[in-house]
Nanobody, 121 residues
Framework: EVQLVESGGGLVQPGGSLRLSCAAS????????MSWVRRAPGKGLEWVSS????????KYADSVKGRFTISRDSAKNTLYLQMNSLEPEDTAVYYC??????????????WGQGTQVTVSV
C-alpha cells in the first residue's frame, strides 16, 4: 500500500523558514518523480515543485522560485521542501504527491494527507 506522510508544517512569521518532509512507503521511491502541491484557503490546488527520480532535475512555480528548494533522500525514502523567506501568501495545506507517467501522459496518482503551513505575525 502506497503511503505518503507529510510533516513539518506549523505557524511561522513572515520572512521565516520551515522544512517539510514527506515519508514515502509502499513503492520503490527511487524510481518515481515526486511533487509538492498546495491549497490556500478558499483557492484551488497549486503545483509548487517537482523533482525527478534521481534528484538531479527540479522545477518550481514562479511564485516560489528562489525561495523554496525541493530535494529527496532515496536512502530514507523521504522528500523535502525547504521553504525560506515565507510570505503570508504561502499559507496553505501542503501535499506531497507521487508522479506517474504512462502512455496518456503524467499525473499525480498518490497524495499524502497534507500539512498546514501558516505564515502570520
Amino acid at each position: 500500500e502506497v503511503q505518503l506522510v507529510e510533516s513539518g508544517g506549523g505557524l511561522v512569521q513572515p520572512g521565516g523558514s520551515l522544512r517539510l518532509s514527506c515519508a514515502a512507503s509502499g513503492f520503490i521511491f527511487s524510481v518515481y518523480a515526486m511533487s509538492w502541491v498546495r491549497r490556500a484557503p478558499g483557492k484551488g490546488l497549486e503545483w509548487v515543485s517537482s523533482i525527478d527520480s534521481g534528484g538531479s532535475s527540479t522545477k518550481y512555480a514562479d511564485s516560489v522560485k528562489g525561495r523554496f528548494t525541493i530535494s529527496r533522500d532515496s536512502a530514507k525514502n523521504t522528500l523535502y521542501l525547504q521553504m525560506n523567506s515565507l510570505e503570508p501568501e504561502d499559507t496553505a495545506v501542503y501535499y506531497c504527491a507521487k508522479d506517474y507517467c504512462g502512455g496518456a501522459g503524467c499525473s499525480l496518482d498518490y497524495w499524502g494527507q497534507g500539512t498546514q503551513v501558516t505564515v502570520s505575525v
